[in-house]
C-alpha cells in the first residue's frame, strides 16, 4: 500500500479547517496508526534499493521452494499410479494367460 501524505495532508485539512496548513497537521497525518501488510525488517547500511531487491529475492525463493514441491508431490504420484496401472497389468496378462 502507497501512502500520500500530500494528499492525506490536502483531506485533514478540508476536514478540519481550523488548524492552519503549516501547524502540527502534517505531523498529525505522518504519525498516525496505519496497518501493514507486511514487515521486512531494517538492514542497517542497506539502501531501500537494496531492501526491496532482498524482499524480491526472498519471495522469488519462496515461489520457487513451492514450486518444487509441487514437482516432487506430482512426481511421486506419477510413480504410483504408474505403479498400480503395471501391477494391474501384469495381474491381466497373468490372469488371461492362465
Given at each position: 500500500m502507497i501512502i500520500d501524505?500530500?494528499?492525506?495532508?490536502?483531506?485533514?485539512?478540508?476536514?478540519?479547517?481550523?488548524?492552519?496548513?503549516?501547524?502540527?497537521?502534517?505531523?498529525?497525518?505522518?504519525?498516525?496508526?496505519?496497518s501493514c501488510g507486511f514487515f521486512c525488517k531494517w538492514h542497517p547500511g542497506f539502501s531501500p534499493k537494496e531492501h526491496k531487491q532482498m524482499i524480491f529475492d526472498i519471495e522469488a525463493l519462496r515461489l520457487e521452494l513451492k514450486q518444487k514441491q509441487k514437482d516432487r508431490t506430482w512426481a511421486l504420484i506419477s510413480t504410483v499410479v504408474g505403479a498400480i496401472i503395471g501391477a494391474a497389468t501384469t495381474l491381466a496378462a497373468i490372469i488371461a494367460t492362465k
Open positions: 501524505i500530500a494528499e492525506e495532508v490536502e483531506v485533514e485539512a478540508k476536514i478540519k479547517p481550523e488548524f492552519p496548513r503549516e501547524s502540527s497537521l502534517p505531523a498529525i497525518v505522518v504519525n498516525r496508526e496505519r
